[in-house]
């Protein structure tokens, strides 16, 4: 019988914009249990979650490997605000950085000086949806924020010295823009760029809400869609697709 493995590099050489990387990613989603491949060739590699239990395990391995895989296409995700003033939804991609289950807790950063920051501050509630087109499930997941940052007497602050000094110097560069992002400037390289640990802020994003939809890549009938509150334990319901 044709290996789990074999079979997946068939599967990402048909689909040439895969890299080996996500094949191993794959692997690993495999092995830890999240989806089953004992059948040859590429048509049997994705089933249909199989009940709420693992559609929703399925979700928090997509995160986890989402972080924990080099160069994963699914660390980009996109997260939503509402903007208070004008009353309209904003979102944007921004980099997963940490997964936590267990916390039900998903963190990103971001410079202080960033319209979403003032956002989040008028309004705690977020939004961040992901696709993940090799296990072809969509996350839509409902967080409330806190922002850590040094200037708050209220939050660790060994958790935000940690998180600066584990980036690379060309990535705190993204941590001190002058002027502040979205300003308004006369010419498009008017700005500079001095890392600066104030400017620097984690979004830690705590997840009480997710809305999990699978697509079949080939039956419409094999479309499954489920919604999970914190409130009631992440039991889940199954929803119409
Ligand atoms: C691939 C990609 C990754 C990004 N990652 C982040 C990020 O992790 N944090 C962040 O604040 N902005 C990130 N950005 C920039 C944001 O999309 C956005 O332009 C910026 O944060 C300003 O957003 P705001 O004006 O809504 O605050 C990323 C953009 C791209 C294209």
């Not at 309209?88 to 202080?112: G, K, S």
């Amino acid at each position: 019988m044709m290996s789990i493995y074999s079979s997946l590099k068939k599967f990402t050489c048909r689909r040439s914009r895969f890299n080996v990387l996500e094949a191993n990613y794959i692997i690993s989603r495999n092995l830890s249990g999240c989806t089953t491949n004992t059948g040859v060739g590429t048509r049997n590699i994705i089933q249909p979650p199989s009940c709420l239990n693992s559609f929703w395990e399925s979700a928090w391995n997509i995160l986890d490997n989402a972080v924990s895989t080099r160069g994963s296409s699914t660390r980009y995700v996109n997260f939503a605000t509402i903007d208070s003033y004008t009353n309209t939804p904003e979102a944007r991609i921004v980099a997963l950085q940490h997964v936590n289950r267990n916390i039900d807790r998903i963190d990103f950063y971001a410079d202080m000086t960033s319209p979403k920051v003032h956002q989040i501050q008028q309004n705690k509630e977020g939004a961040i949806t992901l696709w993940d087109p090799l296990f072809f499930i969509q996350s839509r997941l409902s967080v409330k924020v806190d922002i850590l940052h040094l200037g708050d007497d209220n939050c660790d602050k060994d958790v935000v010295k940690e998180a600066w000094d584990a980036l690379p110097s060309r990535i705190q560069l993204c941590y001190g823009a002058n002027p502040h992002p979205g300003a308004q400037i006369d010419d498009p390289s008017n700005f500079t760029k001095k890392a600066n640990i104030m400017n620097f802020c984690i979004f830690a994003c705590n997840v009480y809400k997710m809305d999990l939809v699978y697509l079949d890549p080939e039956d419409r009938m094999r479309d499954r869609r489920a919604l999970y509150l914190k409130s009631e334990n992440w039991e889940g319901k199954w929803l119409s697709p």
